[in-house]
């Protein structure tokens, strides 16, 4: 698999994976309203993996379809982050898982617009500007949880504390390859690093929640394929329909 | 009395969601939505009810914000001298989409 193709799909993955587990969410929130935004944004991160499986197809040669990538890749071949396929717990932590997404993602398609990769600027011109309001929303909510009663704040800690681990995953080494970046196509994590600190810092300072020591030991693999169990679940539930009626249109 | 929109204490607040469509449109009456605070309630009222419409700007404000009139008002407030009907400006009725406001 070509370095552009491996780097397309994992940016379709992330979106997939974080828009289904949203999509868990549907008829189960806390309130209609708060059901109704999860749903919006669980469509709003399956749509934007819709057009990049579709790019991504197309790099590749148009071999495989969207929906084979989607459908028929096992769950070593998916290459999101680890933290996107984490459970999603009780609302607080939906929410911090979100929100630590969102500031990343913010920062990364907001370069992604200067793509060199003209069909990655397009899709990420749509994209950052649904990610703005997915990080106004979950950022909201993180400073409500989080300098609102002793529950919530203690329900947000035990979330931050839990899903800090696969946070520095974002901006390792090594993904994608150099040559991307060097030509532009893709953007280093690495240099996302400080200002999500920062964006992350500026929320928390809002509540009573801090940011777990430096010593965390840190989890990756998602970009080589080394997933949590938790996708191996999901993926079997998305899956099913269509692998037990491959064939089937509706 | 009541007052019309009042809501029992385990429920976050009522808000009144305006839409705005159209550049020189008035904002027109949605729906209503509960919302914990002011940031809270814009983002359900776009979720809600602009996601999928033309919206160029929308109003919230908290129900209990709302004057408003009780049914015993109907008689003083709305039915005086219906026989001088030009003291009321609704006589001078023309809408929005009168040719008087649009430019040629």
Same mark, same amino acid.
């Given at each position: 698999?070509?370095? @552009?193709?491996? %780097?397309?799909?994992?940016?379709?993955?992330?979106?997939?994976? !974080?828009?289904?587990? !949203?999509?868990?969410?549907?008829?189960?929130?806390?309130?209609?309203?708060?059901?109704?935004?999860?749903?919006?944004?669980?469509?709003?991160?399956?749509?934007?993996?819709? @057009? =990049? %499986?579709?790019?991504?197809?197309?790099? &590749?040669?148009?071999? $495989?379809?969207?929906?084979? !990538?989607? %459908?028929?890749?096992?769950?070593?071949?998916?290459?999101?982050?680890?933290?996107?396929?984490?459970?999603?717990?009780?609302?607080?932590?939906?929410?911090?898982?979100?929100?630590?997404?969102?500031?990343?993602?913010?920062?990364?398609? /907001? $370069?992604?617009?200067?793509?060199?990769?003209?069909?990655?600027? *397009?899709?990420?011109?749509?994209?950052?500007? /649904? @990610?703005?309001?997915?990080?106004?929303?979950?950022?909201?909510?993180?400073?409500? =949880?989080?300098?609102?009663? &002793?529950?919530?704040?203690?329900?947000?800690?035990?979330?931050?504390?839990?899903?800090?681990? %696969?946070?520095?995953?974002?901006?390792?080494?090594?993904?994608?390859?150099?040559?991307?970046? #060097?030509?532009?196509? *893709?953007?280093?994590?690495?240099?996302?690093?400080?200002?999500?600190?920062?964006?992350?810092?500026?929320?928390?300072?809002? #509540?009573?929640?801090?940011?777990?020591?430096?010593? +965390?030991?840190?989890?990756?693999?998602?970009? #080589?394929?080394?997933? +949590?169990?938790?996708?191996?679940?999901? !993926?079997?539930?998305?899956?099913?329909?269509?692998?037990?009626?491959?064939?089937? *249109?509706? | 009395?009541? *007052?019309?929109?009042?809501?029992?204490?385990?429920?976050?607040? =009522?808000?009144?969601?305006?839409?705005? /469509?159209?550049?020189?449109?008035?904002?027109?009456?949605?729906?209503?939505?509960?919302?914990?605070?002011?940031?809270?309630?814009?983002?359900?009222?776009?979720?809600?009810?602009?996601?999928?419409?033309?919206?160029?700007?929308?109003?919230?404000?908290?129900?209990?914000?709302?004057?408003?009139?009780?049914?015993?008002?109907?008689?003083?407030?709305?039915?005086?001298?219906?026989?001088?009907?030009?003291?009321?400006?609704?006589?001078?009725?023309?809408?929005?989409?009168?040719?008087?406001?649009?430019?040629?």
């Amino acid at each position: 698999m070509s370095p @552009l193709v491996a %780097y397309l799909l994992s940016l379709a993955d992330d979106r997939l994976i !974080l828009g289904h587990r !949203l999509s868990e969410w549907c008829g189960h929130a806390p309130i209609l309203e708060e059901d109704i935004a999860l749903a919006n944004i669980a469509l709003d991160c399956i749509g934007q993996s819709a @057009l =990049l %499986y579709g790019i991504a197809a197309e790099a &590749e040669g148009n071999v $495989r379809t969207a929906d084979q !990538l989607v %459908y028929f890749r096992e769950g070593v071949e998916y290459r999101n982050l680890l933290l996107v396929e984490q459970t999603n717990g009780d609302f607080a932590r939906t929410i911090v898982r979100q929100f630590l997404y969102d500031a990343f993602g913010i920062l990364l398609f /907001e $370069r992604l617009q200067r793509s060199t990769h003209a069909p990655l600027a *397009a899709v990420a011109q749509k994209a950052y500007k /649904e @990610l703005k309001y997915h990080f106004r929303h979950s950022s909201h909510w993180v400073v409500r =949880l989080g300098d609102g009663t &002793e529950e919530s704040i203690s329900r947000t800690q035990r979330a931050v504390n839990d899903l800090w681990r %696969y946070t520095d995953e974002m901006f390792g080494a090594g993904f994608p390859e150099a040559e991307l970046i #060097t030509s532009g196509t *893709a953007v280093d994590p690495q240099l996302l690093r400080q200002e999500w600190r920062t964006s992350v810092e500026g929320i928390f300072a809002q #509540t009573s929640l801090t940011i777990p020591d430096a010593n +965390t030991v840190m989890l990756t693999g998602g970009r #080589t394929g080394r997933h +949590t169990e938790n996708l191996g679940h999901l !993926l079997a539930e998305m899956q099913i329909v269509a692998r037990s009626y491959p064939e089937i *249109a509706w | 009395m009541n *007052a019309p929109h009042q809501q029992p204490d385990d429920q976050w607040d =009522l808000w009144e969601v305006f839409l705005q /469509e159209g550049e020189n449109e008035p904002h027109t009456h949605a729906g209503s939505i509960r919302a914990a605070d002011a940031e809270n309630a814009l983002q359900n009222a776009r979720d809600v009810f602009s996601r999928r419409g033309a919206v160029k700007n929308l109003w919230i404000v908290r129900s209990r914000d709302i004057v408003a009139t009780v049914p015993g008002d109907t008689a003083s407030f709305f039915e005086p001298g219906s026989d001088k009907v030009y003291r009321h400006p609704q006589f001078y009725r023309f809408t929005l989409a009168d040719e008087l406001w649009k430019k040629p």
